[in-house]
């Protein structure tokens, strides 16, 4: 059983920064995919950023230069450390896993395992 836990979300202001966090309880291969997803009000889920298993990072186009995904094996952690943040950028922020190291995106499909979500508001 894997269990996805996001921890990190908040309210800052434009142009403040925060870091995301994914812990991951039970077993996921350092060679799966990870990622982050959002789902700002009213709209539908969307991709922030993917760290494949050769690690490589993908990004979306809003985020790319201020969004940074990493991952911690030894922790079982994934992080997203988000700086210069937009109002724009409000929204439930999700953890997703999935048990190959490619990575599907933008589309949050065919990811098996999700996060309960973290709320990020940035205000102007």
């Known amino acids: 059983q894997v269990q996805l836990v996001e921890s990190g979300g908040g309210s800052v202001q434009a142009g403040g920064s925060l870091r995301l966090s994914c812990v991951v309880n039970?077993?996921?291969?350092?060679?799966?995919?990870m990622g982050w997803f959002r789902q700002p009000p009213g709209k539908q889920r969307e991709g922030v950023a993917v760290l494949g298993g050769a690690g490589s990072k993908t990004y979306g186009d809003s985020v790319k230069g201020r969004f940074t995904i990493s991952r911690d094996n030894a922790k079982n952690t994934l992080y997203l450390q988000m700086n210069s943040l937009k109002p724009e950028d409000t929204a439930i922020y999700y953890c997703?896993?999935?048990?190959?190291?490619?990575?599907?995106?933008?589309?949050?499909?065919?990811?098996?395992?999700w996060g309960q979500g973290t709320q990020v508001t940035v205000s102007s």
């Open positions: 039970g077993y996921i291969s350092s060679n799966y995919c």
């Open positions: 997703a896993a999935r048990p190959r190291a490619s990575c599907p995106f933008p589309a949050p499909t065919d990811y098996n395992y």
